[in-house]
């Protein structure tokens, strides 16, 4: 690599003033954004990015599901390019950083190396995938899944949000169903930056996390039917009380989660009584089961136990217990050559870092099904995401930017 690019630093002054500026599509009141994908917020961020995009030399594209796709020339055209990227819709109550750091890093790697007048050896790809966060429309990081092929476009394209408008309506109104065929974009690999969503690399006191490995998910919606009766005239041992189940339900999910710690988290996050009074014992509860682990093994046995644990409590209540399958994906084991590739940058650059698995889902443990993928994490303020008050400081976001630049460099090369 010339001393130039190996010298190089992003701006970051410039990464600081984008993550506020487009922070003001969907800004909330307590200074976060509410930005749900497809809506109208959701379209001004893109117009403001796809704008960014072209003022920086690249020519954007457009996939079936709204997924955008901003391509950088490299000397030799032959060759798929590197992607790098992440999301720019938000939660409800979501953060200015969650997947929008990852996305303007991105497109300010690119505004560095056009100043530098830097020329990759392959061409360069800044992807803002659609629907990672999953709130408006299931299934989350809908536009990787279905690029590698999870979903068909048709399946997609007919999810309804609440109010029963689906992905194909909503693309239309905001403009953003594009022509390319889903998946008609290759890649050489995959690059996103993205804070950590958790406390681990704040309470190490490192700066980048080497992202390694990312938790597989097993999601069940259950239902337990028992026996609605009078809450005054049925003595104790003869209920068959559906929320006194759920009760027993969740603590035997986290004493399973527990007992496989630290390598494993299990919760039951929602909870419905069918036709709630205060004087009737529940006859049915609706219920959800989310277990994650980064081991396979240990994900096999969340599963086991919860299931062995769920069939005894049901028997000795004398109440039926229903299991049923949403979701399971899983646990990611990214590229090894270009984790190396991450953890190589952020030493060459003195960042003080860690190998660590990442919590939460993200576009990237899909795409990693199909081609090579790495990530690059850095801290958040006290662990908190999906909030309104998630925060990151100018010096971890500039310190992630300056790694997934060299990281890209390494994997791009630098045309001599
Ligand atoms: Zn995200």
């Not at 905001?174 to 950590?196: D, M």
């Not at 646990?331 to 003080?352: C, N, S």
């Not at 199909?370 to 400081?393: I, Q, R, W, Y």
Request: net charge negative.
């Amino acid at each position: 690599m010339t001393s130039i690019a190996s010298n190089l630093q992003i701006d970051s002054a410039r990464l600081w003033e984008t993550i506020h500026e487009t922070a003001k599509f969907g800004a909330t009141p307590k200074g976060g954004v509410r930005r749900l994908t497809l809506g109208p917020e959701d379209k001004e961020v893109r117009d403001w990015f796809r704008n960014a995009c072209e003022s920086a030399g690249l020519t954007v594209q457009v996939d079936a599901l709204g997924s955008m796709f901003a391509l950088r020339a490299g000397r030799d055209m032959s060759k798929p390019p590197i992607g790098l990227g992440s999301h720019l819709d938000t939660q409800p109550t979501g953060g200015k950083f969650d997947g929008v750091l990852g996305t303007l890093a991105a497109l300010e790697v690119v505004r560095t190396l056009n100043d530098a007048g830097i020329e990759t050896e392959i061409p360069l790809c800044i992807v803002n995938w659609t629907n990672e966060e999953g709130s408006r429309f299931a299934p989350a990081m809908m536009g990787s899944a279905a690029y590698v092929g999870d979903f068909t476009s048709d399946d997609i394209l007919a999810r309804k949000d609440i109010d029963g408008v689906t992905v194909a309506e909503a693309l239309d109104s905001i403009g953003y169903r594009g022509n390319s065929p889903v998946g008609t974009q290759k890649f050489a690999g995959f690059v996103e930056l993205h804070i950590e969503q958790g406390p681990i690399l704040e309470a190490d006191g490192k700066t980048i996390g080497v992202v390694d490995s990312g938790q597989g998910v097993l999601w069940y919606d259950g239902k337990i039917t028992g026996f609605e009766s009078h809450a005054g005239s049925t003595p104790m041992p003869l209920r068959r009380d559906a929320l006194a189940t759920l009760s027993e339900i969740v603590l035997a999910m986290e004493r399973i989660a527990t007992s496989h710690g630290p390598k494993a988290v299990g919760t039951v996050g929602e909870a419905v009584i069918a036709n709630p009074s205060r004087n009737v014992i529940p006859g049915a509860v609706a219920f959800t089961v989310d277990c994650r682990s980064a081991d396979a093994a240990i994900m096999d046995a969340l599963d086991r136990e919860l299931r062995a644990a769920i069939a005894g409590i049901a028997a000795r209540r004398k109440v039926e217990v229903t299991l049923d399958l949403v979701w399971r994906k899983p646990p990611t084991h990214f590229d090894p050559k270009l984790v190396d590739a991450v953890e190589q940058a952020a030493q060459a650059l003195g960042y003080a870092h860690r190998r660590i698995t990442s919590g939460a889902g993200h576009d990237s443990c899909n795409l990693n099904t199909v081609m090579p993928a790495a990530m690059v994490f850095v801290p958040c303020k006290d662990g908190v995401s999906h909030n309104e008050l998630e925060d990151a400081t100018q010096g971890d976001c500039t310190a992630g930017a300056n790694v997934l630049m060299h990281t890209v460099l390494a994997l791009a090369g630098v045309a001599s």
